[in-house]
T-cell receptor, first 117, second 113 residues
Framework: GDSVTQMEGPVTLSEEAFLTINCTYTATGYPSLFWYVQYPGEGLQLLLKATKADDKGSNKGFEATYRKETTSFHLEKGSVQVSDSAVYFCARKWRSAGGTSYGKLTFGQGTILTVHP | ETGVTQTPRHLVMGMTNKKSLKCEQHLGHNAMYWYKQSAKKPLELMFVYSLEERVENNSVPSRFSPECPNSSHLFLHLHTLQPEDSALYLC????????????FGAGSRLTVL
């Protein structure tokens, strides 16, 4: 079935460090891929997305490239800030047997990021 | 504030209680969802409503009963829950097709004693 695997956390970094959070997905068709972020006490917010191979999603300094050959969608940021401390979720659009798939997303287990000053 | 409002934010209930979670959105979305977020587990999709009709029920126990009276409101009725049902319950909404971008509420933290 559909699955998304994220790197185990928690990840702890100093401010201005480089961030990578790995994400791989099962290769069933060509799903849309997403990164969501959950700040403390809040719900999930869309961070970025990519809908086809080689697309690069970007937002707030974060980037992720849809790599079909490695079935990956790793999240990167060149210089993290304390305010980036949150839980990050990778997700793929659920494989549809036919018709619309609504907002059916398969999520990874989440990666906790803590950034220290 | 994302546009999806959930109440209550925190709920503690006994195993014999009956309570309800409420979700409200005024984004003009036509699809609404309930997800369950448990510690160290991926988000689990519970129910999907599109145009007020339930289109997904992912093998959720009958002690969880959803209700969607109109496209702006979604409820999750709870009765005779188990301690393992303690989790963060997230409501989301979207347009029923297209980019599948979900807008989430802040969640209702449920503790079952």
């Amino acid at each position: 079935g559909d699955s998304v695997t994220q790197m185990e956390g928690p990840v702890t970094l100093s401010e201005e460090a480089f961030l990578t959070i790995n994400c791989t997905y099962t290769a069933t068709g060509y799903p849309s891929l997403f990164w969501y972020v959950q700040y403390p006490g809040e719900g999930l917010q869309l961070l970025l997305k990519a809908t086809k191979a080689d697309d690069k999603g970007s937002n707030k300094g974060f980037e992720a490239t849809y790599r079909k050959e490695t079935t990956s969608f790793h999240l990167e940021k060149g210089s993290v800030q304390v305010s980036d401390s949150a839980v990050y979720f990778c997700a793929r659009k659920w494989r549809s047997a036919g018709g619309t798939s609504y907002g059916k997303l398969t999520f990874g287990q989440g990666t906790i990021l803590t950034v220290h000053p | 504030e994302t546009g999806v409002t959930q109440t209550p934010r925190h709920l503690v209930m006994g195993m014999t209680n009956k309570k309800s979670l409420k979700c409200e959105q005024h984004l003009g979305h036509n699809a609404m969802y309930w997800y369950k977020q448990s510690a160290k587990k991926p988000l689990e999709l519970m129910f999907v409503y599109s145009l007020e009709e339930r289109v997904e029920n992912n093998s959720v126990p009958s002690r969880f009963s959803p209700e969607c009276p109109n496209s702006s409101h979604l409820f999750l009725h709870l009765h005779t829950l188990q301690p393992e049902d303690s989790a963060l319950y997230l409501c989301a909404s979207s347009q029923p097709s297209g980019a599948n971008v979900l807008t989430f509420g802040a969640g209702s933290r449920l503790t079952v004693l």
